[in-house]
């Protein structure tokens, strides 16, 4: 049996996120069908990320094993022949024998991004969190460096979460101003079911001036949901890339 390691891009704003469940349009399950009509045997595949309903990626990265005699380069476009135009396979490559897309993962990249114009957008409007209201670039950039570091993020985890630990290392966070949209990229070891997406909406409440940039480090220290801000909605973030 051979290792292949997928590269793959999708929108996940048809999808009810990455995971196979019962009744839903998933990610996996339309992957998973693609590698049926081309092994003719059920193929389970792993992802790097589970991410959730309507959040889109760039770059997540799926392990799965097979004996099917195609080259590891051949996997990419046969699984593109029959997969819908909003999933892409960017590349196939071999992998070692104990590669999992999910356990050998070192850390993962995030984007997130937001749109402040006055009017909806068109093109943008399943891509990009619409808030149209002024936020204060200065702020928000006071906060950013008190969620660098190693940190309890049990504050901006998601109910229902299965984690147990809940200690993440967050290693990059930046905040780009582009006309009227706010780029945001997150980097780290790990991250908790909705993490990014609190962080995102606790920091747009200090782009509000709703929160003090200097409240952050009392919400982490909280260890409490309630304590941090909103969860930005899931259309407006990325997964980037997986490091490994």
Sequence with gaps: MTTIK???????TAYAGWQRQPNHNTIQAV??????????QPTPVVGAGRTDSGVHALGQVVSFHSDKSLTVTQWAPALNSYLPKDITVLSSEQAPDDFHARFSAKGKVYQYRITTQA??????????????HQLDRN??????????GIHDFTSFRGQRSQTKNPVCTLSHFSLHEESSSFIIHIEGDRFLKHMVRAIVGTLVEVGQHKRSPHTIQDILQAKDRRAAGRTAPPHGLYLVEVRY
């Design 31 to 40: 992957l998973e069908n693609a590698l049926f009509q081309i092994t003719q």
């Design 119 to 132: 009017s909806p957008p068109a093109l943008d409007r399943h891509r990009a969190w619409h808030f149209p």
């Design 6 to 12: 997928l590269t793959i891009e999708y929108d996940g």
């Design 139 to 148: 702020a928000m950039h006071q906060a950013i460096p008190t969620f660098l």
